[in-house]
């Protein structure tokens, strides 16, 4: 199953490659403010589907662009597909952006597989294999303390964000870590923490296509990933998240909690 995942990312890769080659033919669509989806986001959801039920006529689809139109509506292997993670990145010609391809089984993160066509690195990840970058094990950093944390995030940009509880989340580690990142790509964010390059990350607003494989990265690179208030439990559809090595991951939640809408009364405090 994994190396069908990779065989779709590449297919879905090469088709973004070809594209930003000439940018200023690439048609864009407003989803809503701040929200876009190109023809080739779409075009290479196509591709990665094709690919997919090809070798797994039987499984289901959950895709950014097209939900669940395709694949069998109840089986319980379901693809969790973002074709271009990054496409405001991409439209501009900003080159952080990601295929991002998991696979659940009775919604159980198994397989992952997030690909970075600018770069051909290709993140990867089975369910009890560990994690690797380009056939190298990753492992997340070692860093103990937050005060030399490099933290990635995600800033909110859709009209109805909720932007003042960011700022004060912004505010908190801003001036207790080493360093705040914004790339504007929560795949390739957990991908690159997953790899050691960050020490954390935390992004409220996400959807499951946008964290599973990445979710997955962390945890077989020895990371913790949940919501805000360290719950690790059902945090795919919470639209919240935090993540991070073991040490700084704690020390995070203590911090973010209280910004969490499933925090406790007495988190809040």
């Given at each position: ?75 319980d292997f379901v ?74 995030t995600g800033f ?16 908190d580690l801003m ?95």
């Amino acid at each position: 199953m994994l190396n069908v995942a990779v065989k779709a990312a590449r297919a879905a890769g090469a088709i973004i490659n070809r594209a930003s080659l000439d940018l200023d033919a690439v048609k864009v669509t407003v989803k809503q403010s701040n929200d876009f989806v190109t023809e080739v986001d779409q075009a290479a959801e196509e591709a990665i589907i094709s690919t997919l039920l090809t070798a797994y006529p039987e499984h289901g689809i959950w895709a950014e662009e097209s939900g669940h139109e395709h694949g069998a509506q109840q089986s319980d292997f379901v693809w969790i597909i973002d074709p271009l993670d990054g496409t405001t990145n991409f439209i501009h010609g900003f080159p952080v952006y990601c295929v991002s391809i998991a696979l659940a089984y009775k919604n159980i993160i198994q397989q992952a597989v997030i690909y970075d066509p600018t770069r051909n690195d290709l993140f990867y990840a089975s369910r009890g294999r560990g994690a690797y970058l380009n056939e190298k094990r990753m492992r997340v950093s070692q860093r103990k303390h937050i005060s030399n944390a490099l933290i990635s995030t995600g800033f909110p940009f859709r009209s109805g964000d909720d932007y003042q509880t960011y700022l004060k989340m912004f505010t908190d580690l801003m001036t207790s870590c080493a360093g705040l990142r914004r790339p504007g790509s929560a795949a390739l964010d957990l991908a690159y923490m997953a790899a050691g390059y960050t020490d954390g990350f935390f992004e409220i607003g996400l959807n499951p296509w946008d964290i599973a494989a990445g979710s997955l990265l962390i945890t077989e690179a020895g990371g913790l990933v949940g919501n805000l208030t360290g719950d690790a439990e059902n945090f795919l559809e919470q639209r919240e998240l935090l993540a991070g090595n073991p040490k700084i991951y704690g020390q995070m939640v203590t911090m973010l909690r209280k910004y969490s809408k499933y925090a406790k009364p007495e988190d809040k405090a």
